[in-house]
């Protein structure tokens, strides 16, 4: 009977292993996409930028207007949206970058084993919260093409 009992305690704890990956990595997608939706709309905005500055120039008027400071300050929102949601990422992954050189470390490391910096203290949580809502957008208009 010890035979089964061990197996299927071991076999428990590979499931719930399993488990544990695979919401770790849905959690990862969900925020990739997350990513990919912020990159298309800042790409869209871009064009946005591109075509009103073309405009006035070809009027002779000043190019940088009210629309398009406005603009420019919805693709900066889009691209500290994109970085939060890359740390979210390596929360997720349990893992941090090396504030001096870069490399991949644990969450807990308090010193690189690469350069010997130390590392800021980081909250330890392998649950990185998925962030439900959008970013605000002026003019959100329907009719653009979804990418």
């Known amino acids: 009977m010890g035979f089964f009992d061990d197996f299927s305690k071991k076999a428990s704890e590979a499931l719930k292993a399993t488990a544990d990956k695979t919401s770790e990595m849905g959690k990862e997608l969900q925020l990739k996409g997350k990513i990919n939706e912020l990159t298309a709309k800042q790409g869209r905005k871009f064009k946005e930028i591109g075509e009103a500055v073309f405009n006035a120039v070809v009027e002779g008027k000043d190019p940088i207007t009210d629309d398009?400071?406005?603009?420019?300050?919805?693709?900066?929102?889009?691209?500290?949206?994109?970085?939060?949601?890359?740390?979210?990422?390596?929360?997720?992954?349990?893992?941090?970058?090396?504030?001096?050189?870069?490399?991949?470390?644990?969450?807990?490391?308090?010193?690189?084993?690469?350069?010997?910096?130390?590392?800021?203290k980081e909250e330890v949580a392998k649950e990185a919260e998925v962030v439900e809502e959008e970013p605000k957008?002026?003019?959100?208009?329907?009719?653009?093409?979804k990418e």
């Open 137 to 145: 957008e002026e003019n959100n208009d329907e009719s653009e093409p």
């Open 68 to 120: 398009v400071k406005v603009l420019i300050d919805e693709v900066t929102a889009f691209k500290e949206d994109i970085k939060r949601l890359e740390g979210d990422i390596l929360k997720v992954k349990g893992i941090k970058h090396c504030v001096n050189c870069g490399e991949e470390l644990s969450l807990d490391v308090s010193f690189c084993p690469k350069c010997g910096t130390e590392q800021p």
